[in-house]
């Protein structure tokens, strides 16, 4: 009978290490969820600006402006993005990529 139940207990440590795998999985998955409706302001906020600036240029001779505030464009994340007024462009610090 011991036997059996060792058997058993030595069986169920791989669907344990399994189960644990999962949940790490699941905790990944629900992270990048939650995350999501942010990364989506971000694109917004990243359109929003890019298109004042481009419009900014247009009115003032191919000039950039001077800062971002200076395009008075309400955005849900207004401290998130870095501004190089040289070349115009402007990138977000959370997600450089986009």
């Known amino acids: 009978m011991n036997r059996i139940i060792l058997i058993l207990l030595i069986l169920s440590i791989p669907l344990l290490h399994s189960c ?28 929003l600006l890019r298109t004042a600036i481009q419009t900014y240029r247009i009115e003032h001779n191919g000039e950039n402006p001077p800062s971002l505030r200076s395009l ?4 849900y994340y207004p401290d998130e993005y870095i501004y190089d007024r040289e070349t115009g462009k402007v990138r977000s610090k959370k997600y450089p990529e986009l």
């Open 20 to 47: 644990k795998r999962e949940k790490e999985e699941l905790t990944k998955t629900a992270v990048k969820v939650l995350k999501s409706p942010e990364k989506v302001k971000v694109i917004n906020d990243l359109h």
């Open 72 to 75: 008075n464009v309400k955005l």
